[in-house]
Nanobody
Framework: QVQLLESGGGLVQAGGSLRLSCAASGRTFSDYRMGWFRQAPAKEREFVAATDWSGTYTYYADTVKGRFAVSRDNALNTVYLQMNSLKPEDTAVYYC?????????????????WGQGTQVTVSA
């Protein structure tokens, strides 16, 4: 069992930045690939970014590529999402998730554990 706790969300103006953190506990953090997803009101949860076990490889949705950066610190059992040049359409609840399978990191079904989410609101 892995417990995930997101933090760092909040209200920011368009063009601003936020850094989300996700602290993991319970199992060996480096055994899991990590992902970030988001869900806006009345929309499906969608992939944002992900990283492999060591942070060497990263993956992004086209909508955030060049603006967001995912990273992890296995010594601190934490994964981060640095969000720059935020837009109103980035407004959503952001979730981190852990995957111990070899499925596609772009798919929700590949993840075994989810955090409770943190709200990000970008004002115009």
């Amino acid at each position: 069992q892995v417990q995930l706790l997101e933090s760092g969300g909040g209200l920011v103006q368009a063009g601003g930045s936020l850094r989300l953190s996700c602290a993991a506990s319970g199992r060996t953090f480096s055994d899991y690939r990590m992902g970030w997803f988001r869900q806006a009101p009345a929309k499906e949860r969608e992939f944002v970014a992900a990283t492999d076990w060591s942070g060497t490889y990263t993956y992004y949705a086209d909508t955030v590529k060049g603006r967001f950066a995912v990273s992890r610190d296995n010594a601190l059992n934490t994964v981060y999402l640095q969000m720059n040049s935020l837009k109103p359409e980035d407004t959503a609840v952001y979730y981190c998730a852990a995957a111990n399978s070899y499925g596609s990191l772009y798919r929700l079904g590949s993840y075994n554990y989810w955090g409770q989410g943190t709200q990000v609101t970008v004002s115009a």
